[in-house]
């Protein structure tokens, strides 16, 4: 392991992941590497599932990630009760079923926000942090695989440090790593970032040697999904996107080669990226959390000069292509902790554009892209609010409906907030987009209702604003009216009055 452990005293800490799991006690706070399913620290989590699951002993740890991470850690620890408290993100089937049944507690949380609630004492400190690693440094630093996530303050502030040595992930990613730490509020100095290709820190995390407890070995890959191809309503949301830049762009709003651009994840996120493929624009910049297969087929195209991001998420198939030839991509890409993708700081300085996904929004355009019907938890606010907040273009798209059209994503008023009207500037569905800049709420809402809602809620959504206005007010509802769509989807299986809708 000569070439990847340069540090000779952390030779004598290897050890299994099962006696490395031994680390973790119960009532523990651990901090994971891992960001949407990349880099995820895997062995050392799954041995601990292993021996506690066949023990009689109750055992609850608090997890805390990047973002969300495999089925294999976050479905199998919650599946065997073992999640006491979990922040910030998730994406797994098993844990959101706990979390809606009130099983596992979970605070939902901007992703820049993480690391200053670990660096404040605000959270329970971190007992052990388990980072996935490619190399040791000779100075005894951690080099990350394919996400950085929270690992640098998790390794910072964490008591012990467990690291996966992952040997089937290529040396190619040394050097691909940026790593600031902005310090304690109170005295901090600016981010001294101001362009996406710029380096401000070191390759690798910093670490103090004597934290470091156990290395283990590891081969195991990330378990990540196939991605969903475009189909015609996000290639239809894709080109409205694209018309609205080109028409930025001609009356001098947006350069040529627009700003930074930033893109939530999934399916639709996925398509507005594609949709750049096929157009006229060249030189993009992309300053994101996550950076999908999308965005490697624009490098790829010589579409996107650079990107910057915190992880790199692909489907199998796209994996097997860019990992093993990660040098190809090595002057285009940086990776960074998510507190500096995130910060609200550089959002701003660098006039990122965001595109990020919403559940449903309403006639104001307050968007929920978290809570179904109100309540039910899906995966979190991730980092849309750090972006939509910040951007210089605050995008959300959705298709119009959901469900074969039971459901319309434009509501009267959205059953939960993530992002107020105050953070929206464009919403957009396959029928059309809305530019909300400059405009009072009685405006906005003629903006959504006549360019963003399906013909077959259109004119329901019209009676209810005709009718909220007569009541009046700056943002005129029907209080007693305003969730019935929500309830009527509820009892009934659609939102829709008039027969039930397949599309
Ligand atoms: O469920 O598959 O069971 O039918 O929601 O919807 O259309 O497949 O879209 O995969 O892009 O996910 C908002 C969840 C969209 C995601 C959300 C149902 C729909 C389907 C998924 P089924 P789609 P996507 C960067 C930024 C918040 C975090 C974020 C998300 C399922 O994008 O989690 O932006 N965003 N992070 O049927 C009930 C509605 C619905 C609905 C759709 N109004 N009511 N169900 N669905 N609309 C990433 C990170 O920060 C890490």
Redesign the pocket.
């Known amino acids: 392991y000569e070439q990847r452990i340069r540090n000779q005293s952390f030779l004598n800490k290897i050890v299994s992941a099962e006696e490395a799991s031994l680390l973790i006690k119960d009532g523990m706070t651990i901090g994971l590497s891992g960001f ?1 399913r990349s880099g995820d620290a895997k062995v050392v989590p799954i041995a601990l599932a292993e021996r506690v699951k066949s023990s009689e002993r109750p055992f609850k740890i608090n997890l805390f990630t990047g ?2 991470i495999g089925d294999e850690v976050d479905g199998v620890l919650a599946e065997a009760n073992l999640i006491h408290k979990r922040l910030p ?1 998730q994406a797994d089937k098993q844990l959101r079923s706990k979390i809606n049944s009130g099983d596992i507690l979970f605070i939902d949380q901007h ?1 820049s926000h993480t690391a200053e609630l670990v660096r404040s004492g605000y959270l329970p400190s971190i007992d052990v942090a388990i980072i996935e690693a490619v190399a040791i440094t000779e100075e005894g630093g951690i080099v990350p695989t394919t996400s950085v996530g929270n690992s640098a303050i998790f390794a910072k502030f964490a008591k012990e440090i467990i690291i996966e040595l992952n040997i089937a992930q290529p040396l190619g990613l040394v050097g691909i790593h940026d790593i600031y730490d902005p310090g304690a509020r109170g005295n901090r100095q600016p981010i001294p970032l101001t362009r996406v290709d710029q380096r401000i820190g070191t390759p690798y995390i910093p670490v103090d040697p004597e934290k470091v407890k156990a290395v283990v070995i590891s081969e195991k890959l990330d378990h990540t999904s196939p991605i969903t191809e475009p189909d015609m309503e996000t290639k239809q949301i894709a080109g409205h996107l694209l018309d609205f830049f080109r028409h930025e762009i001609k009356v001098g709003r947006l350069p040529k080669n627009l700003t930074p651009l930033q893109s ?6 996925n398509a507005v990226f594609h949709g750049f493929l096929e157009s006229e624009f060249t030189n993009l910049q992309v300053y994101s ?2 950076l999908q297969d999308a965005v490697f087929d624009l490098i790829d195209a010589g579409k996107v000069s650079f990107a910057s991001a915190c992880s790199i998420t692909l489907s199998p198939k796209r994996a097997a292509d860019v990992i093993p030839n990660i040098d190809r991509y090595k002057d285009k890409l940086i990776l960074r902790p998510q507190e500096i993708t995130n910060h609200p700081e550089l959002i701003r300085r660098l006039g990122l554009i965001c595109m ?5 929004f309403d006639i104001y355009g307050n968007v929920n ?2 809570h ?1 019907l109100g309540t039910r938890m ?7 609010g750090d972006f939509a907040r910040n951007a210089m273009l605050g995008i959300f798209v ?2 119009s409906t ?2 074969g059209g039971a ?1 319309s ?1 434009v509501v009267p008023m959205v059953a939960h907030v993530d992002h107020t009207e105050h953070d929206v500037d464009i919403v957009v569905t396959e029928q059309g987009l809305a530019d909300l800049r400059g405009l009072a709420p009685r405006e906005r809402a003629r903006a959504i209702i006549n360019n963003c809602v399906h013909p077959i809620y259109r004119d329901a959504l019209n009676d209810y604003f005709i009718a909220a206005c007569k009541r009046g007010g700056q943002t005129p509802h029907i209080l007693e009216e305003a969730f019935s769509w929500h309830i009527r989807y509820a009892k009934e299986g659609t939102m829709c009055e008039k027969e039930p809708v397949k599309i």
């Open positions: 949407t973002a969300s993100f992703l939530g994840i999934g399916s639709v996120a959390e996550v990020n996904t919403a559940l449903e892209s978290t179904v899906m995966n979190g606010i991730g980092g849309s959705t298709p959901a469900k459901i994503s």
